[in-house]
């Protein structure tokens, strides 16, 4: 069975660009989460997704991130114009049922330059 | 969410066991302890959750005291492959073996040597 799968593995775009990154969860999980680990610093939750609702979004940095999962199957966070400080590793993860073990992808690697 | 203190790194050899506690003094009635692992350029993996006592599955073992301030993952035998960072995260049932926003701390650098 494939694990959660994230696209792509790394991208280098000029600041003021916009970037959408996916991620495909196990299939059958309704729950997915994005998480981000900007340079130095700690693994940070995003958001979470039931199916195709956005069960919680307070990990948001600001409005220039958008995330959907129309159908509720994959996901994809766009950042649009990215900036400097949005350089790091961008990960998803997906859970069957709310609470139980969550499977994280290889993560997306972000370089603004 | 209850703040975590744990080792920022610990070395072992092959063979050896492993023992990484993590602090927990803050730790809430509703709270679960879960342990992440996480190889280089790889996302975190889920290794162990635990309420109290003990816990065993076919990769660790948890051990969490009464007071529940504290508990230590142990890694039997530890080979180079279990070189890694190791984190303790604290939260409600649903933060835990989920990922409901989970907070992840700096984590234990482990260095496994020959």
């Known amino acids: 069975e494939a694990g959660v799968t994230q696209f792509p593995s790394h991208s280098v775009i000029e600041k003021g660009q916009t970037v959408t990154l996916r991620c495909d969860p196990i299939s059958g999980h309704d729950n997915l989460y994005w998480y981000r680990r900007v340079m130095g610093k700690e693994i940070k939750f995003l958001l979470h997704f039931v199916k195709e609702s956005k069960q919680d979004e307070s990990g948001m940095p600001n409005n220039r991130f958008l995330a959907e999962r129309t159908g509720g199957t994959y996901s994809t966070l766009k950042v649009q114009p990215a900036e400097l400080e949005d350089s790091g590793v961008y990960f998803c993860?997906?859970?069957?049922?709310?609470?139980?073990?969550?499977?994280f992808g290889q993560g997306t690697r972000l370089t603004v330059v | 969410l209850a703040k975590t203190t744990q080792p920022i790194s610990m070395d072992s050899y092959e063979g050896q066991e492993v023992n990484i506690t993590c602090s927990h003094n803050?730790?809430?009635?509703?709270?679960?302890i879960t342990w992440y692992q996480q190889f280089p350029s790889q996302g975190p993996r889920f290794i162990i959750q635990?309420?109290?006592t003990k816990v065993t599955n076919e990769v660790a073992s948890l051990f969490i005291p009464a007071d529940r301030k504290s508990s230590t993952l142990s890694l039997p035998r530890v080979s180079l492959s279990d070189t890694a960072v190791y984190y303790c995260l604290v939260g409600p049932m649903y933060s835990g073996g989920g990922a409901d926003g989970l907070t992840f701390g700096k984590g234990t650098h482990l260095i496994i040597q020959p």
């Open positions: 993860a997906s859970s069957q049922e709310r609470g139980t073990e969550a499977f």
């Open positions: 803050n730790i809430a009635t509703n709270d679960y």
């Open positions: 635990g309420y109290k």
